[in-house]
């Protein structure tokens, strides 16, 4: 018996010695997934962050390149009207060489004649290029309706988001002043508040930058617009007199020189 208790002692000496061992790894271990689990939560509102960041610009590289190509083609068809302006003008001009000094400085005057200077196949493709300048600026005006749209979606979305870290910041702030946190905790608030902190900064910064976009893309819709607008009335003014007035091919030239040239 005196054997077997000694025996049992013996045993029972190296199993409390290594219940602290363990006991420290497994807190240890806690303490690793807590802080895993913390960096996980900060991980995930960045890249949340980072995904509205690349929605937005995506946004603004799609309008930009648009309003690129809408302009390329506005450009061509403003040029074909002055160009076939030209066309009558120059025959014009080429008899009046041998006519008085009075008829030579006479300036050449664009004119269509309805039945024989315009053929009835230029008459189809101006038809068919005044019927795409109304459909283009009936899609910028959608265009413009979906830019409303868009910017207030995204100002009541940052703002939601900006309350939201300017409330969690509050509450953070309040815990880290409280006494008898421990080291653990005290560190995953300062993380924590650190990381608010800069999302806050990131969300108010980033509704400034997409204002500013929305308004600048305003803008350059409302400008094309405008230029759309008097290529129309160009168009509209051939299609129902045959002639180009000096007054409106001037008007024209002057926007066409304002828009890009095809290449």
């Known amino acids: 018996l005196k054997i077997s208790r000694l025996t049992s002692g013996a045993l029972a000496r190296p199993l409390v010695a290594n219940v602290a061992p363990r006991a420290d790894a497994m807190v240890a271990l806690i303490w690793s997934s807590a802080l895993f689990a913390a960096l996980l939560a900060v991980g995930a509102n960045a890249l949340k962050a980072e995904r509205h960041s690349s929605k937005t610009v995506d946004v603004e590289v799609a309008y930009s390149a648009e309003e690129s190509s809408l302009m390329a083609q506005l450009a061509v068809m403003g040029r074909e009207i002055l160009d076939l302006a030209a066309e009558p003008a120059k025959k014009e001009a080429a008899p009046a060489q041998n006519g008085t000094a009075a008829q030579k400085a006479a300036p050449p005057v664009k004119t269509f004649a309805k039945n024989a200077a315009v053929s009835q196949n230029r008459t189809e493709a101006l038809m068919a290029q005044h019927d795409a300048l109304k459909n283009m600026l009936a899609h910028l005006k959608s265009s413009i ?3 409303n749209k868009q910017e207030a979606e995204g100002k009541e979305s940052a703002k939601k988001q900006i309350e939201k870290l300017q409330k969690r910041l509050a509450s953070e702030q309040q815990k880290l002043n409280q006494s008898g946190l421990s080291d653990f905790d005290h560190e995953l608030l300062v993380n924590r508040t650190r990381t608010d902190e800069k999302e806050l900064e990131y ?16 803008k350059m819709t409302h400008g094309l617009m405008s230029k759309a607008n008097a290529v129309i009335e160009a168009y509209n003014t051939v299609l129902a007199t045959g002639k180009l007035s000096p007054e409106l091919a001037k008007q024209l030239e002057a926007v066409s020189t304002q828009l890009p040239k095809k290449h």
Do not use: A
């Open 145 to 147: 309706k979906n830019m």
């Open 203 to 218: 969300w108010t910064r980033s509704r400034d930058l997409q204002h500013g976009m929305f308004h600048s893309s305003l």
